[in-house]
Nanobody, 115 residues
Framework: QVQLMESGGGLVHAGGSLRLSCAASGFVFSRNAMAWYRQAPGKQRELVAFIRSSGTTNYRYSVKGRFTISRDNAKSTVYLQMNSLKPEDTAVYYC?????????WGKGTLVTVSS
């Protein structure tokens, strides 16, 4: 079965950096697009970054130039490098993929950015 496991969250000061990882299993990773979403307290879940199987990427406007999504198909892992973090980036970050028409989510990893 599809499994996604995020790691790398934590507490960081504004201006700092974190790298999130999502280890995937249960499907042919290299064929799937992968995404990072986030959900702040009291807000809806929102798309942060997206990477296609080809390696092309898209970003939420507010993170462009600060965040980088990448993938390692040999390790079945997708990453989110987050630089110049801001307090408004505080959220639970989730890994996502769509397999056979179904959306799959990890349990999330909490990122807290202090001012």
């Amino acid at each position: 079965q599809v499994q996604l496991m995020e790691s790398g969250g934590g507490l960081v000061h504004a201006g700092g950096s974190l790298r999130l990882s999502c280890a995937a299993s249960g499907f042919v990773f290299s064929r799937n697009a992968m995404a990072w979403y986030r959900q702040a307290p009291g807000k809806q879940r929102e798309l942060v970054a997206f990477i296609r199987s080809s390696g092309t990427t898209n970003y939420r406007y507010s993170v462009k130039g600060r965040f980088t999504i990448s993938r390692d198909n040999a390790k079945s892992t997708v990453y989110l490098q987050m630089n110049s973090l801001k307090p408004e980036d505080t959220a639970v970050y989730y890994c996502n993929t769509n397999e056979a028409g179904l959306d799959y989510w990890g349990k999330g990893t909490l990122v807290t950015v202090s001012s």
